[in-house]
Each structure stands twice: as C-alpha cells, then as structure tokens.
C-alpha cells in the first residue's frame, strides 16, 4: 500500500542553518504530494505541495521538489528562524479516498 | 472567519463517559475528515465523509460514531470512554479527496 517516510526528529538547529527534512514515499499511479506544518498548540496547515514529477513547491522559504526517480519530496529552507520550530508532516494522495501522512518531524531552532 | 471550528477545544472527562465533539467548516468543501493524533504526534485517520456520506471507516472501535447532519458539519460521539481515547481529535475538510485539507484547532481530550 501507499506510504510516506520521514527522517525520524528531534531536528535541533541554530537560527539561520540551512535545513533539510527527508521524505520518501511509496505509491501506486502519480501521486500529489505534500508538506503540512503544525505549530505548538495549533492544527496542522498546508506549508507547499506538487502534483507532478519535477515540480517545485515553495512558500515562506522553504522548497520541495517532486523527484519521480528516487521517490523523494525532501523540504529545504536556506536559513531558519526561532519561528521555524514546529512538527513538519510529508503527505501523499495517489487519487484514493485517504490523505497518508508521514509519522511527523519535530524541529526545534535555538536563538 | 474560522474556516474549521471545533468545540470544545479542551476536553476532561471520567472513564466510561460518553461525550461529543463537534466541526463546522465554512468553506463549502464536499469532504470532512477526523483524525486521532497521539503524544508523539502520529496522525491517524479515523473516518472521512464525502456529501454527507461516510467513505472512510478504519479500524475504529464502534464506540465512535461519527455523524454528518450536512455538508458542512460533522460530529464525533464517543461512548463509554477509555483511558486510551486520550489524544488531540483533529477535524479537516478539503474540497476534493486529493486536494488540501484544513484543519481545524483540535480538541484535546483527556479521560481519568
């Protein structure tokens, strides 16, 4: 069936480190993929998403790219912030009736 | 202007209890979700209504019952709580299955 793996956290970092949290996913047909934010105390939100090979989604710095060929939607941002700090979920729908989210990311940014 | 509401936001309740937990969206989506979201975070779906109808049913114990009066609701009942329903309950809508959904705040439900 349909999965998401995610780099296991805590991710600790210092403000304005590069950042990068693996994703990988296993799925049927063409998935739309997903990266969602949830910050302390709040419901999760869409933080970007690509429905197709090779597209880029980006928003508020940070960037993933749909790699069709390693099965990879890995989130970058160039230089985070204390603001960052928050858990990162990957997600996928292969056009099924469920979201698959991934097991979550926690991140935690130092001042 | 909330787009996913629940209530209530924070839940205490004696083991054995029944109890509700409610979702309105007012984004006009045809879908709604709840999600069961543990300690370490982990984020399960337990049902999904497309229309008013349900779609999803996962390995859910029957003492959940979810229930959809419209589009635009739909509510959790929980019968005879156990000390392992402890966790945040997340409502979510999106307009199309494969599209995003919004989630609402959570109702964190603790039971004694």
């Known amino acids: 069936g349909d999965s998401v793996t995610q780099m296991e956290g805590p991710v600790t970092l210092s403000e304005e480190a590069f950042l990068t949290i693996n994703c990988t996913y296993t799925?049927?047909?063409?998935?739309?993929l997903f990266w969602y934010v949830q910050y302390p105390g709040e419901g999760l939100q869409l933080l970007l998403k690509a429905t197709k090979a090779d597209d880029k989604g980006s928003n508020k710095g940070f960037e993933a790219t749909y790699r069709k060929e390693t099965t990879s939607f890995h989130l970058e941002k160039g230089s985070v912030q204390v603001s960052d700090s928050a858990v990162y979920f990957c997600?996928?729908?292969?056009?099924?009736?469920?979201?698959?989210f991934g097991a979550g990311t926690r991140l935690f940014v130092k001042a | 202007d909330t787009a996913v509401s629940q209530t209530p936001k924070y839940l205490v309740t004696q083991m054995g209890n029944d109890k509700s937990i409610k979702c309105e969206q007012n984004?006009?989506?045809?879908?709604m979700y709840w999600y069961k979201q543990d300690s370490k975070k982990f984020l399960k779906i337990m049902f999904s209504y497309n229309n008013k109808e349900l779609i999803i049913n996962e390995t859910v114990p029957n003492r959940f019952s979810p229930k959809s009066p419209d589009k635009a609701h739909l509510n959790l009942h929980i019968n005879s709580l156990e000390l392992g329903d402890s966790a945040v309950y997340f409502c979510?809508?999106?307009?199309?299955?494969?599209?995003?959904?919004?989630f609402g705040p959570g109702t964190r439900l603790l039971v004694l």
């Open positions: 979510a809508s999106s307009q199309d299955i494969q599209e995003t959904q919004y």
């Open positions: 799925a049927t047909g063409y998935p739309s």
């Open positions: 997600a996928l729908n292969a056009g099924g009736f469920k979201t698959i």
């Open positions: 984004l006009g989506h045809d879908t």
